[in-house]
């Protein structure tokens, strides 16, 4: 059987800079592993960048790619890891189902997982977990962040300060706007920290 192989790389724009999970860094490596190492024909290569792993549906990407394997154009889909397709459990085991029920094999390069074996499919699932996992743990970090920079007084916006406030140049320091701040009652609260 001819082996029409989707390549689908995802990255957000905070892993990129956290982990360099770039997308041009796991096209040349799924290329090179499909190409070289497999003798894979590729397809396409489905690529959404800067969007979360967390859902499936806002992903246009991975949309077109869904609709191609089930117009059966797609019968391989290659990732650089598991939670480069999704960072949910629920989605994973959904995605999975899907790709068996048009007889299109799963194939991660970072976790060198085959939907192929039962084997495979069983470490599809555990590995899904600790994905999920890994996104609750980065979205309580991102919160607890931007809890303590208000607390400590600074503005978490990184462009136009709220309204009611001015924000020095240079300064993340947020200071009261006298004149639209009675004219918006938009009066800061003691958490807020700010100097009037």
Do not use: H
Not at 4 to 27: C, D, H, M, P
Not at 57 to 80: A, C, E, G, H, W
Not at 142 to 153: A, H, N, Y
Request: include cysteine; charged fraction near 30%.
């Amino acid at each position: 059987m001819n082996i029409n192989t989707a390549i689908y790389v995802r990255v957000s724009t905070e892993e990129q800079a956290l982990n360099g999970f770039s997308i041009r860094a796991q096209k040349e490596k799924l290329m090179y592993y499909a190409t070289k190492i497999k003798d894979w024909n590729v397809y396409k290569v489905y690529s959404d960048e800067g969007i979360s792993g967390k859902d499936i549906n806002n992903r246009p990407s991975l949309q077109d790619m869904l609709t191609d394997i089930k117009n059966k154009k797609v019968n391989n889909v290659l990732v650089f890891k598991i939670d480069r397709l999704t960072r949910s459990t629920k989605d994973l085991i959904d995605l999975i189902e899907l790709f068996n029920n048009y007889d299109c094999d799963f194939n991660s390069l970072n976790e060198s997982i085959d939907t192929s074996s039962a084997t495979g499919r069983m470490f599809i699932k555990i590995i899904g977990i600790f994905a999920e996992f890994e996104r609750e743990n980065i979205v309580e970090r991102v919160k607890l962040g931007f809890e303590r920079k208000v607390r400590e007084g600074n503005s978490i916006c990184s462009c136009t300060p709220p309204l009611g406030y001015n924000r020095p140049k240079g300064s993340n320091k947020l200071t009261i706007n006298k004149k639209e701040a009675i004219l918006y009652s938009c009066l800061p609260t003691d958490a807020c920290k700010l100097n009037p």
